[in-house]
């Protein structure tokens, strides 16, 4: 999927701004497509570089493992979703098409106020464009099976761009403001692109599609007297795949962002792909070289001299190596689980699995550490 395709969609886009900035005392524009470019040439590294296909496919096993329907059409339907989900960096700012954006945000001079766009915003806009694209090229299958299956994420990319300067919350809202009453946003909106000039395609968007898939939205908006469990399976997924995408639009939006304003291109790693260093820099220090020591000439005691041991290091020690030895024989294992009194070293303990496991795994890269606030974080 390229850029290209927004191109066949609004007049003149190279005329619109992304952003701008100050270089040699005078402003500096981005084009929309130009930002558009990067921010999809991110998305794609991310995906890459996250393992995201592998992420992906075990997503759609999951969600559609009690769907009656064959490989082949659930093949199909994967491979459609995907190309919906690469249209998301496409079009998450191509609302700054609207004009008052322009004026507002960029100060671009060829651009005149237009009252009729009701507000200066661009996400929104860019959500109901994105999914005007989407919904066109979902009904151009002809199997009703894979329409049914992936119509309800057309709402919820939609919602994910519609969120990317702001934090995810309640869908309810977002679903609210998509209202077909003729004095809402929503349709005002719509009106106002349908009767512009600058639009090659026209929003056909219609309230029987969307209430097509709020009927899907049942899966996540539970009802806590009609909790089964395949809903709150469902809702779990859900959850992981709105979180997923979104921390790969935001992260691609501003590592693009960036690229600009900095003019330095960004690399996806971090000094965590290098594992080994900072291995190398934890292994030197002395509390490491004293448990070591002890890995070599005492470790294993038996259960008779740990009751009788007084000194609180060797049972620290004793700990941190049997860890380190169920790491080993169980790295491919997904979560591990390591329960010791406050002050036995399980800090310590973590840091040191964490490295054994990225050692392991390449595909590891990150490593979140979650102190409990009032008694640690100090």
């Known amino acids: 999927m390229e850029v290209d395709i927004l191109k066949n969609l609004v007049k003149d886009i190279n005329r619109y701004k992304a952003h701008k900035k100050f270089k040699d005392n005078e402003i500096a524009y981005e084009t929309l497509l130009a930002h558009t470019e990067l921010t999809y040439k991110y998305f794609i590294k991310f995906w890459q570089s996250k393992n995201?296909?592998?992420?992906f496919d075990r997503f759609c096993d999951v969600f559609w493992q009690k769907e009656d329907i064959d490989n082949e059409l659930k093949n199909k339907a994967k491979n459609l979703l995907k190309e919906i989900i690469m249209a998301i960096p496409i079009f998450h700012d191509i609302g700054k098409i609207n004009p008052n954006f322009q004026v507002q945000k960029l100060n671009v001079k060829e651009f005149k106020q237009n009252d009729k766009y009701l507000n200066s915003k661009h996400s929104f806009l860019s959500s109901m464009l994105y999914m005007e694209y989407c919904r066109d090229k979902l009904y151009e299958q002809s199997e009703d099976v894979i329409v049914d299956l992936l119509l309800e994420f057309i709402l919820y990319n939609g919602y994910i761009i519609e969120r990317h300067h702001s934090k995810l919350k309640n869908m309810k809202e977002f679903k609210d403001n998509i209202s077909f009453n003729k004095d809402d946003f929503f349709v005002k909106l719509k009106q106002t692109i349908?009767?512009?000039e600058d639009y090659l395609?026209?929003?056909e968007f219609a309230n029987i599609d969307f209430q097509d898939i709020i009927h899907k939205l049942s899966k996540i908006s539970i009802n806590e007297d009609e909790v089964n469990k395949k809903t709150i399976q469902q809702g779990i997924y859900l959850s992981i795949y709105i979180h997923w995408i979104?921390?790969?639009l935001v992260a691609s939006d501003y590592y693009a962002t960036s690229e600009f304003m900095n003019e330095a291109d960004f690399s996806e790693n971090t000094d965590l792909n290098d594992i080994d260093k900072w291995d190398s820099v934890y292994e030197n220090t002395d509390l490491l070289k004293n448990i070591r020591q002890y890995q070599q000439?005492?470790?294993?005691?038996?259960?008779k001299e740990l009751n009788t041991v007084t000194d609180i290091n060797i049972l620290r020690s004793e700990i941190f190596c049997e860890?380190?030895?169920k790491i080993k024989t169980n790295a491919d294992e997904n979560i591990?689980?390591?329960?010791?009194p406050t002050g036995s070293g399980k800090s310590n303990t973590a840091i040191n699995?964490?490295?054994k496991l990225m050692q392991h795994d390449e595909r590891l890269q990150k490593i979140f550490y979650i102190y409990p606030f009032n008694t640690l974080v100090e």
């Open 297 to 303: 000439e005492t470790y294993l005691i038996s259960d």
């Open 246 to 248: 979104y921390s790969l």
């Open 336 to 340: 591990f689980y390591l329960e010791a």
């Open 52 to 55: 995201s296909d592998e992420i």
């Open 201 to 203: 395609n026209k929003i």
């Open 323 to 325: 860890v380190e030895e």
């Open 194 to 196: 349908n009767d512009s």
């Open 353 to 355: 699995a964490s490295f």
